[in-house]
T-cell receptor
Framework: NAGVTQTPKFRILKIGQSMTLQCTQD?????MYWYRQDPGMGLKLIYY???????DKGEVPNGYNVSRSTTEDFPLRLELAAPSQTSVYFC?????????????FGNGTRLTVT | GENVEQHPSTLSVQEGDSAVIKCTYS??????FPWYKQELGKGPQLIID?????GEKKDQRIAVTLNKTAKHFSLHITETQPEDSAVYFC?????????????FGKGTHLIIQP
């Protein structure tokens, strides 16, 4: 099993450009999450999904959108990139949604907006 | 919502010595406490977790202790080795909560001095 796979690994965007961060998992997990990680700030939840067709906002959703058309894929969309979105983005999945289940993380996408 | 405080932010120990990282949480309903290790350029990986019906759990050189009354839990690493150098995150969650994953501390950068 590959686990959680994120692409691309690195990306540089100009202000106002858009992009999609891809995330796919092969563990048949229903629950998927997007976090951003800023230096010294830990992990902040952007969006999450409890299954195909269902998504919900996390702590810092502004400037992002998500979709969940299949169990495997959970892409994160940035429509109008801003310097404040410079960060490392992690996708994660878990088998249970009761907040008592371990998260499995991808290796992240490092995004720079200039 | 839940708040998790983690200390210290940086910890430097001599190889072979022990390291202790401490976390406190605010939500008395939390009952799941995982620890994640993040190596440079990678996503966080679960190294050990504990549930509130257990006071201590060990896995080789790693142990976690939980004090539910005081709402704090700690990670103990004995006989530290160079490969233990990484950023460590504590987190809290719990059965019966929402499906929005875990609440993370801000991380501890552990440095093992040769």
């Amino acid at each position: 099993n590959a686990g959680v796979t994120q692409t691309p690994k690195f990306r540089i965007l100009k202000i106002g450009q858009s992009m999609t961060l891809q995330c796919t998992q092969d563990m048949n997990h229903n629950y998927m999450y997007w976090y951003r990680q800023d230096p010294g700030m830990g992990l902040k939840l952007i969006y999450y999904s409890v299954g195909a067709g269902i998504t919900d906002k996390g702590e810092v959703p502004n400037g992002y959108n998500v979709s969940r058309s299949t169990t495997e894929d959970f892409p994160l969309r940035l429509e109008l990139a801003a310097p404040s979105q410079t960060s490392v983005y992690f996708c994660a999945s878990s088998y249970g949604g009761d907040r008592g289940s371990p998260l499995h993380f991808g290796n992240g996408t490092r995004l720079t907006v200039t | 919502g839940e708040n998790v405080e983690q200390h210290p932010s940086t910890l430097s120990v001599q190889e072979g010595d022990s390291a202790v990282i401490k976390c406190t949480y605010s939500d008395s309903a939390s009952n799941y406490f995982p620890w994640y290790k993040q190596e440079l350029g990678k996503g966080p990986q679960l190294i050990i977790d504990i549930r509130s019906n257990v006071g201590e759990k060990k896995d080789q050189r790693i142990a976690v202790t939980l004090n539910k009354t005081a709402k704090h839990f700690s990670l103990h690493i004995t006989e530290t080795q160079p490969e233990d150098s990484a950023v460590y995150f504590c987190a809290s969650g719990g059965l019966g909560g929402g499906a929005d994953g875990l609440t993370f501390g801000k991380g501890t950068h552990l440095i093992i001095q040769p």
